[in-house]
């Protein structure tokens, strides 16, 4: 019997935690780059308050910035920060055999100890949210990130090969240790591996292929995939293998899976390259979908894609292109408390 189970995101919240811009590359070379990142931030915070309480953690040396941007709509808990992307800094919380909640430490180190990233600060974060909210912490014997994962509540969960096998995180490790792991923390048996995540996130400065921008349950059975649908993107043959693989797949429960395709957003590239905008990176909480927008005719769709997969829920949507110029979405700078 595993030791720990982790909810469904659709599960209820007690609360939703965020880490305010602070430094580094999220917050630019430039005062103007730096206030694009903290209102995006700010945007999507006060967007979840309409269905759940927020907490951001603050940076002490950008309290001020926090506050005459978010004021009082939020909960402040104060401590160092290298980055904002709480999704993958902060723990993951799950379910004791007894149905209390306890808090995973994935052991961060920077997406696989990326020559870019410092991480001194932000290792501290998972214990420190345990602290906050009293919990007990469970240590994983592997490195990991929130954002490398995504489960149904019901045994099944979607994992990427390019970063559970990473070198620069779990070196040493086999797929039946990666599983069996998932199985004590979160109480999974069926693994769904799909071999990497999109393009520009295998990139130097992405996470070496989080799945929470390419798959995600929108309820046991259902997976929603990232369809980029223009063959001029290296993401084009990347989707036809996501979907392929879950296809052939089943979940713990030997159903087959029902597939929904969301349609990327028009836009190929930015200055940098390809781009990966992805509306599957988006945060379920509550009677809420936060959803991501890119000033894209596909915005529309996919918004009413997502309200009738998450049907009863209301789509708030919000530009997220400041986000996805470091590194992310809306999934990626949340992490849920599940209601105790």
């Keep these: 019997m595993s030791e720990f189970f982790m909810p469904a995101e659709t599960e209820a919240h007690d609360r939703i935690f965020m880490a305010f811009p602070a430094s580094g590359y999220t917050l630019g070379d430039t005062e103007e780059e730096a206030e694009a990142a903290r209102s995006t931030w700010s945007q999507v915070a006060r967007a979840i308050t309409k269905f759940t309480p927020v907490t951001m953690v603050v940076d002490p040396s950008s309290e001020a910035d926090a506050r005459r941007h978010l004021g009082d709509s939020v909960s402040y808990s104060f401590h160092e920060l290298n980055d904002a992307w709480m999704r993958d800094i902060g723990p993951t919380f799950v379910r004791t055999a007894h149905n209390e909640l306890a808090a995973v430490n994935w052991n961060f180190n920077g997406w696989g100890a990326q020559s870019w990233a410092s991480w001194d600060k932000d290792q501290l974060i998972a214990d420190h949210l345990a602290q906050l909210t009293e919990l007990p912490v469970a240590r994983a014997n592997i490195t990991n990130e929130g954002g490398g994962i995504h489960v149904d509540g019901e045994g099944t969960i979607l994992a990427t090969r390019s970063v559970q096998l990473d070198p620069g995180r779990n070196p040493e490790a086999s797929e039946v240790q990666i599983e069996e792991e998932f199985a004590r923390l979160l109480g999974t048996s069926k693994v769904i591996w799909l071999d990497r995540g999109l393009t520009r996130d295998n990139q130097e400065f992405g996470t070496r292929g989080h799945v929470d921008i390419v798959a995600c349950f929108a309820a046991p059975g259902v997976v929603l995939y990232h369809d980029q649908q223009n063959p001029e993107h290296p993401d084009f043959l990347i989707s036809q ?88 979405g809306i999934h990626c700078i949340t992490q849920q408390l599940p209601r105790s």
Excluded: M
């Design 241 to 328: 293998e996501v979907r392929t693989r879950l296809e052939e797949s089943t979940d713990a429960k030997g159903r087959k899976l029902k597939l929904i395709a969301v349609p990327a957003p028009t836009v190929l590239r930015d200055d940098e390259g390809w781009v990966d905008y992805s509306y599957i990176n988006h945060l379920v909480t509550n009677s809420g979908v936060i959803a991501c927008a890119f000033d894209d005719p596909n915005d529309a769709q996919a918004a009413k894609i997502l309200a009738e997969a998450y049907e009863g829920r209301e789509v708030v949507s919000v530009d997220a292109r400041e986000l996805f110029a470091r590194g992310g």
